[in-house]
């Protein structure tokens, strides 16, 4: 698959300190359903789930991240930021609210966004991401030590220069790297399919943007330990889709406990698959998807 093989039509919405590339799909008068990718991602990594929603009368919408591809670079990468990001750019397509969807740092943001701007989410669906809360717990609070362990990255992110380096150099090799070691089915990581994110990593001051999301989250983890954020609970009807292979994220370590934070949490177990879950198993997960965004 090539991005000239998908119905979308590419936009930009001019935000509040930050000019937002993003790709349309669907029926305008449908719900809007907002699709927020993960890293070293960017709207490309709903490739397999524009089709499957737009036929489904949903009005879709894939931003380029605040740092990624076609949308500006300039800071700050807090959380708060990044999330009003995604506020702003619905209030900017007409809506006062949307049926939010996040995998990796997508889904951190669809979970802020769910507790902290409630009445811009109508529904939520996360991706082999963590309730911050949990997360905070398995690395700070409660350690599992395999999740520490397996958190390393964020760490050795916290280097000046070195991760956008190797990230960017032969080609961005080491990012194709990071999507298929961290998927088990690899059908739909051929060399075709993975350009536009080796292309988009290489374009100037992309990769420092990116990794800077990861060095904001671990400075303000490491210099507030006893001040950590507060979250409601969330009142949106959530589903929570987890590909249970996951190397850097651990189902066992991270999830279980999620429902003291959900009001109302659904959990679909996608058994063989990795980290990039609706690249690797569309077909698996695409029906409880739609299934859940229609109900």
């Not at 990594?45 to 990624?68: C, E, N, T």
Request: proline share 8%.
């Amino acid at each position: 698959m090539k991005p000239s093989d998908l119905k979308v039509t590419h936009h930009f919405a001019d935000l509040p300190k930050v000019r937002m590339h993003y790709v349309a799909a669907g029926p305008e008068s449908g719900p809007l359903t907002v699709l927020l990718h993960g890293f070293p991602e960017n709207w490309w990594s709903w490739r397999y789930q524009f089709d499957a929603l737009a036929k489904a009368g949903l009005r879709v919408i894939a931003p380029d991240l605040r740092g990624y591809g076609e949308t500006s670079r300039e800071g700050p990468f807090d959380i708060d930021t990044l999330v009003g990001d995604v506020c702003h750019l619905i209030e900017a397509l007409g809506e006062r609210k949307a049926r939010i969807v996040g995998h990796d740092w997508g889904g951190a943001l669809a979970w802020h966004l769910a507790s902290k701007r409630p009445d811009f989410c109508e529904r939520l669906v996360v991706l082999n991401c963590p309730h911050p809360v949990r997360m905070r717990e398995a690395l700070l609070q409660r350690p599992s030590w395999a999740q520490v362990k397996r958190s390393w990255y964020f760490f050795f992110f916290l280097l000046p220069g070195l991760p956008e380096w190797l990230l960017t150099k032969d080609d961005a090799g080491n990012t194709v790297r990071v999507l298929k070691g961290s998927s088990v089915q690899r059908d739909h990581f051929s060399a075709d399919e993975l350009a536009p994110f080796r292309e988009a990593i290489q374009k100037p001051g992309a990769a420092k943007a990116m990794v800077d999301w990861y060095r904001d989250i671990v400075w303000r983890g490491l210099t507030r330990p006893f001040n950590p954020p507060v979250y409601d609970d969330i009142t949106a009807r959530t589903l929570v889709i987890w590909g249970m292979k996951d190397t850097a994220l651990g189902y066992d370590d991270l999830v279980p406990g999620t429902e003291k934070h959900v009001r109302q949490l659904a959990i679909e177990k996608i058994p063989d698959a990795g980290h990039f879950v609706q690249s690797e198993r569309p077909e698996l997960v695409n029906p409880p998807l739609i299934s859940f965004l229609q109900s």
